[in-house]
């Protein structure tokens, strides 16, 4: 187990190094720089929306996510 994350520490670490190079060698435009954050953003926003809608929307037998989730009053 231990080899197995030392190797995959040992590619993300390349992986990261590689964006760094490259845009050390290029840099971004602020206008660029501008738009691929708000692309990004928006990215995030869906993959972050996008589970809660479907847990919101998928029914079990407890009800939906949402209900189980609902702040409920802590009566004995």
Known sequence: ???L???FL??????HNTGIALFTQQ???PTSQAIIVELLT???R???????????RSPTS???????????SSKS
């Open 1 to 3: 187990m231990t080899a």
């Open 5 to 7: 994350l030392t190797h």
């Open 10 to 15: 040992q590619a993300e670490a390349r992986h």
């Open 27 to 29: 840099p971004i435009a």
């Open 42 to 44: 928006r990215l995030l």
């Open 46 to 56: 869906m993959v972050q929306v996008g589970p809660q809608q479907l847990l919101g």
């Open 62 to 72: 407890k009800g939906t996510y949402r209900d189980r989730n609902t702040c409920k």
